[in-house]
Nanobody, 115 residues
Framework: QVQLVESGGGLVQTGGSLRLSCAASGSIASITSMGWHRQAPGNQRELVAT???????TYADSVKGRFTISRDNAKNTVYLQMNSLKREDTAVYYCAVRVNWGTYWGQGTQVTVSS
């Protein structure tokens, strides 16, 4: 079992920044990759960014150049630095942790970008 605690969401104006954090506990030695997904109202959940244990990262095209994912293996925490936020970034953001037997999800944190 892996437990995830997310923090850092909120309300921000267009062009602003937010940083999301997700701390993992439990069977952390089994974690292979960590990442963030998001779901806007009426839309399917989509991948935002992932980072492997060794540091290799991937991003959705819509966030490349604006978002940065990072990982502190000592703290078992993954971060998502979001800059130059747009209204279309408004969504519930979910932390996801992949282990050998499946994926664990955080409870979600709301990010709202206003004009």
């Amino acid at each position: 079992q892996v437990q995830l605690v997310e923090s850092g969401g909120g309300l921000v104006q267009t062009g602003g920044s937010l940083r999301l954090s997700c701390a993992a506990s439990g069977s952390i030695a089994s974690i292979t990759s960590m990442g963030w997904h998001r779901q806007a109202p009426g839309n399917q959940r989509e991948l935002v960014a992932t980072i492997a244990r060794g540091g290799a990262s991937t991003y959705a095209d819509s966030v490349k150049g604006r978002f940065t994912i990072s990982r502190d293996n000592a703290k078992n925490t993954v971060y998502l630095q979001m800059n130059s936020l747009k209204r279309e970034d408004t969504a519930v953001y979910y932390c996801a942790v992949r282990v050998n037997w499946g994926t664990y999800w955080g409870q979600g944190t709301q990010v709202t970008v206003s004009s």
